[in-house]
């Protein structure tokens, strides 16, 4: 997985989900309302109140699911903040191209036979990758989905990494798996370096605004965070800064607040680790490849066009 994305043009943006215009549910007059919170039965109430005048006008009451306002004299409108969806999940890079095998081509293990022609943005030869011993990627690969609701508090806090083993490897001793042959993937909201050697992990925003900067300067985390505090999703991609020339074997934690609770989340255990490798500088291992044929075979440099 590339960290960040391609030069050339900006790619699309991951679009948070949001909720869509809240409707209009009062009557347009001269005067705002004054607003007063308060806690009500299970969720957030929003309450808008002001006493009435001669000039009042028609007076509109009634309680709304989700974001609301109200105009106008004598009115009452009690709004509940929507449900809890605070949640944080990981996921496989949409935009894998391919991975290693470490070991020379004769040694690659025979695939199942439902994993005919299959590529990488299939999750069943994703899953036998990851289980099967010899296999390694190019980096994490992994994506973290952070999603929360109007009423939560979602923050990723920190990212550490525990290495299990570490071993030399050299592009002749790598067997280049193409299991992707398009281009252009979900470009992530946020981008997590973790440092396998300081053990430290910065983080960059890919957009500075609406606009497309890749190259943001990274932070220091912690103090820096990602944080959501409405209802919206966000990606964060996970990359490894590891010693060129080497293949690793790791579990990578996450430190997550839900709404004020804190909880580790890891990826990777020390029977199926999380696998990558960092090939030496000037390694060209794209240009002679093993991939998984139509008829279920490693065959070199094969495509599915």
């Known amino acids: 997985m590339s960290s960040h994305p391609k030069s050339g043009n900006a790619p699309p943006r991951h679009s948070p989900k949001r909720p869509g215009p809240p409707a209009t549910v009062a009557l347009v007059a001269v005067c705002a309302m004054l607003c007063t919170a308060a806690v009500a039965g299970t969720g957030w109430w929003l309450t808008h109140r002001r006493e009435p005048?001669?000039?009042?006008?028609?007076?509109?009451?009634?309680?709304?699911?989700?974001?609301?306002?109200?105009?106008?004299?004598?009115?009452?409108?009690?709004?509940?903040?929507?449900?809890?969806?605070?949640?944080?999940?990981?996921r496989d890079s949409s935009d894998l191209l391919g991975l290693v095998f470490l070991g020379p081509p004769e040694e690659l293990p025979a695939p199942p036979a439902q994993l005919a022609g299959s590529t990488c943005g299939d999750e069943a030869l994703l899953r036998w990758f990851r289980a099967t011993d010899g296999f390694s990627f190019y980096d994490s690969e992994k994506v973290v989905e952070l999603t929360a609701g109007d009423p939560d508090l979602v923050t990723l806090t920190a990212a550490s990494v525990t290495i299990l083993a570490r071993e030399p490897k050299t592009a002749g001793q790598l067997t280049p798996i193409q299991c992707n042959w398009g281009g252009g993937g979900v470009v992530e909201n946020y981008n997590i370096d973790i440092d396998t050697q300081t053990r430290r992990a910065k983080v960059s925003d890919f957009y500075e605004g609406d606009e497309w900067s890749p190259d943001l300067p990274m932070r220091d985390m912690p103090p820096a965070s990602v944080s959501l505090d409405t209802r919206a999703q966000a990606l964060v991609a996970l990359n490894m800064k590891s010693m060129p020339g080497h293949a690793y074997d790791a579990v990578v934690s996450l430190t997550v607040s839900m709404n004020g609770q804190t909880r580790e989340v890891r990826i990777g255990d020390r029977t199926n680790p999380l696998r990558w490798v960092n090939s030496a500088p000037g390694d060209d291992i794209s240009s002679d490849y093993y991939a998984i044929s139509d008829r279920g075979t490693w065959e070199r440099n094969w495509q599915p066009f």
């Open 53 to 90: 005048s001669p000039s009042a006008g028609t007076q509109v009451d009634g309680n709304i699911n989700g974001a609301c306002n109200v105009n106008g004299i004598s009115n009452t409108l009690k709004c509940a903040m929507g449900p809890s969806m605070k949640n944080i999940a990981i």
